[in-house]
């Protein structure tokens, strides 16, 4: 079982910066592909980006590629998501999640284990 902490989320304004971090429990977090979802107000949760178990592969969504970074540190057990260029569009809660499978899915259903969100507002 893994479980997962977010941290990092807060206010800032329109093209700031923020650094979001997941941090997992257990020995077995390399075994995990991982993902960065989010949930805007009134909206379905979507996909924004995962990362191979051995962070060797990324996947973004498209309204963020080129602004968000994802990436992994297996030594750690930690997880980050560097958003860059911020819009309001971007406000959100962020989850991280992990997906036991080999290969990165954008899909909510293939990710066995949620934290618990860190919200994410950015003002124009």
């Known amino acids: 079982q893994v479980q997962l902490v977010e941290s990092g989320g807060g206010l800032v304004q329109a093209g700031g910066s923020l650094r979001l971090s997941c941090a997992a429990s257990?020995?077995?977090?390399?075994?995990?592909?991982m993902g960065w979802f989010r949930q805007a107000p009134g909206k379905e949760r979507q996909f924004v980006a995962a990362?191979?178990?051995?962070?060797?592969?990324?996947f973004y969504t498209e309204s963020v590629k080129g602004r968000f970074t994802i990436s992994r540190d297996n030594a750690k057990n930690t997880v980050s998501l560097q958003m860059n260029s911020l819009t309001p569009e971007d406000t959100a809660v962020y989850y991280c999640?992990?997906?036991?499978?080999?290969?990165?899915?954008?899909?909510?259903?293939?990710?066995?284990?949620w934290g618990q969100g860190t919200q994410v507002t950015v003002s124009s």
């Open positions: 999640a992990a997906n036991a499978g080999s290969v990165l899915v954008t899909i909510e259903s293939y990710y066995r284990y």
């Open positions: 257990g020995r077995t977090f390399s075994s995990y592909a």
């Open positions: 990362i191979s178990r051995s962070g060797g592969s990324t």
